[in-house]
């Protein structure tokens, strides 16, 4: 979260993507900074995937991720 609100601060377009067992402390986060993170959430756990799962899970939130990113600018 502090690397995406420090890009934010640049002007820097970006996203911070993590898994869906941290939503609830990214939105602690932002509320504790008061600022509203561009957000992309993935299924969790990431740790136990193949390297085809892994791909699997990439190739899903690259849109999302391409979406916020360019929604931005």
Known sequence: ?????????RGVAGTAVATVEFQEAA???AR???????LVYVANPI????????AAL????????????TAQG
């Not at 740790?47 to 892994?54: D, R």
């Open 1 to 9: 979260m502090h690397d995406i609100y420090d890009l934010d601060g």
């Open 47 to 54: 740790q136990p995937l193949t390297e085809a799962e892994l």
């Open 58 to 69: 990439a190739d899903g939130a690259i849109e999302p991720i391409l979406k916020a990113i």
């Open 32 to 38: 504790a900074q008061a600022f509203e993170p561009s």
């Open 27 to 29: 939105a602690a986060q």
